[in-house]
């Protein structure tokens, strides 16, 4: 079952243009990853924020967590044409010494030149 | 350097057909997991090695489908019978260390395309 749920589902938007993506979850975390998924590259990490973080950033990326409204938010700034790429976020919970990923069903960002 | 690669990359099966799906994991990782994602979804666990230690299959939807890491290296994902509802993208991933994606970053092969007809 999915723990994520991505909003908008699919957000298009011009070059230049900041695109801001949400992710709320159903239940305690340890953390929440983002991913990038495109036919190019597979499914890449981008960014990780732990439970005890409220923000971070990693180049034109900016992910914020709010664990008491169990949500989190991806902002891409100054988008290019190659950030057009299906975004996850997921979730870690802890199984007794190793730990596995929930996704979202992702949102689909269209990045026009 | 080598990532996850997969084999193959497309899989065409008739209903009923077994099929077994490859994964090469970066060489020493430790930590190796299996993902199916439908399409228009997100990748969902379906089961983790730690070495050739299965530790959770609890995301297997059903009994027709086995994952095997016999050396600790390789894995290899079987579906027995394949029924239309197993058509997906199989999508496997290792890091170096155990315990998963806090401790490591988990790399992604390219996935199999399993398409049952």
């Known amino acids: 079952s999915q723990q994520g749920e991505e909003d908008p589902q699919a957000l298009s938007i011009q070059e230049g243009e900041n695109a801001t993506m949400n992710c709320s979850y159903k239940t305690s975390i340890n953390n929440l990853q983002w991913y990038r998924q495109n036919s190019g590259r597979g499914l890449v990490h981008l960014i990780l924020?732990?439970?005890?973080?409220r923000e971070k950033h990693s180049g034109r990326l900016r992910v914020t967590l709010d664990t008491s409204k169990k949500s989190s938010s991806l902002l891409i700034t100054a988008s290019r044409a190659a950030d057009t790429a299906s975004y996850f976020c997921a979730t870690e919970g802890l199984n007794a010494g190793y730990s596995t990923l929930t996704f979202g069903k992702g949102t689909m960002l269209l990045v026009s030149p | 350097g080598a990532g996850v690669s997969q084999s193959p990359r497309y899989k065409v099966a008739k209903r009923g057909q077994d099929v077994a799906l490859r994964c090469d994991p970066i060489?020493?990782?430790?930590?190796l997991f299996w993902y199916q994602q439908a399409l228009g979804q997100g990748p969902e666990f379906l089961t983790y090695?730690?070495?050739?230690?299965?530790?959770?299959k609890s995301g297997l939807p059903s009994d027709r489908f086995f994952a095997e890491r016999p050396e600790g290296s390789v894995s290899t994902l079987k579906i027995q019978r394949t029924q239309q509802e197993d058509s997906a993208v199989y999508l496997c991933a290792s890091s170096l260390l155990p315990g998963g994606p806090s401790t490591d970053t988990q790399y992604f092969g390219p996935g199999t395309r399993l398409t049952v007809l």
């Open positions: 060489s020493g990782h430790v930590s």
């Open positions: 090695f730690q070495n050739e230690a299965q530790l959770d």
């Open positions: 924020i732990r439970s005890n973080e």
